[in-house]
């Protein structure tokens, strides 16, 4: 495998990142997964866009233009050999004086994996995947906006250690509201009496791009939907439920707390939207 590192694809053994980087050592830079399929990569102005977002949140200035980024992500991919993959690119504030001020990082560091990837088993798919709504609350957006794609992904790997403790693969966080916010890696929909409900991004959530596509999806083929908080008891009341990610795509929660979700098996709303949003992936 070649790993992308500021410039150069350079093979796995060799990639190297110095210990003095501030994203090993503070966590401080900005990251956007992406995912291709034959050899096109998905909505890449949509993560490229969330990605500078991400930096200016944090005044991570980066002297790498969206057509440079574009191009590297498409050259990993390439003198990678793949065609259907994941792309993780990393930029991260680089290397500085020791201490926390962020003058002087004059130069980030950006990284790019690929690996071949060509999505989850469909075996999950058609029986869903169980979920547990956690203790470990998403941190607000006054600590720490979860609108910026950071590097301090703690908050969201104590959550999924939580979930694994409790027999379940995603785990689904709260706001400190006490309100639905989302999932370790995922956006969460529930669908109650037809109508599908997603928290809003002022719940304190990640501006997720397949969340987005899904919610222009489903006004497109008339599916009601309502961005609207809603509190665990309406999650436990639902007759449907679904995480959205790049990976995942449309993904059926068929079990909450190791209680069914409505019937138990994915319903009809979760498999028309990951077919329509399928047909994206396809064209
Ligand atoms: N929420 C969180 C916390 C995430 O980390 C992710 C993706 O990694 C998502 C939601 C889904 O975002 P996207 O659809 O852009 O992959």
Do not use: W
């Amino acid at each position: 495998m070649l790993i992308f590192i500021n410039g150069l694809l350079i093979p796995q053994d060799e990639a190297k990142v110095s210990v003095l980087d501030r994203g090993f050592l503070y966590g401080d830079g900005v990251f956007e997964t992406l995912r291709a399929y034959s050899g096109k990569i998905f909505r890449i102005d949509d993560h490229i866009k969330r990605l500078f977002c991400s930096a200016n949140a944090i005044c991570l200035k980066t002297p790498f233009t969206g057509n440079y980024i574009k191009e590297s992500l498409y050259q990993t991919l390439m003198g990678n050999n793949l065609k259907d993959a994941y792309l993780r690119l990393t930029i991260t504030r680089g290397i500085s004086d020791p201490g926390l001020d962020t003058e002087g990082c004059l130069n980030p560091t950006m990284t790019i994996i690929s690996r071949e990837f060509s999505g989850y088993p469909e075996d999950l798919y058609r029986h869903g995947i169980k979920a547990a709504v956690v203790s470990t609350r998403r941190i607000p957006a006054s600590a720490l906006n979860p609108e910026i794609k950071s590097l301090n992904f703690l908050n969201n790997i104590m959550a999924r250690m939580e979930a694994k403790h409790a027999n379940a693969s995603e785990a689904i966080m709260l706001s400190t509201e006490g309100y639905v916010a989302e999932g370790t890696v995922s956006n969460i929909f529930i669908v109650k009496d037809g109508v599908v409900k997603t928290p809003p991004l002022s719940v304190g959530i990640l501006n997720g791009v397949t969340r987005s596509l899904v919610i222009g999806l489903a006004q497109k083929n008339n599916i009601p939907l309502t961005e609207q908080q809603f509190q665990p008891e309406e999650l436990y009341a639902a007759d449907e439920c679904f995480v959205t990610s790049t990976l995942y795509e449309v993904m059926p929660v068929t079990s909450i707390n190791n209680k069914p979700v409505g019937t138990g098996h994915p319903g009809d709303i979760s498999q028309s939207m990951l077919s329509i949003f399928r047909e994206l992936t396809t064209v």
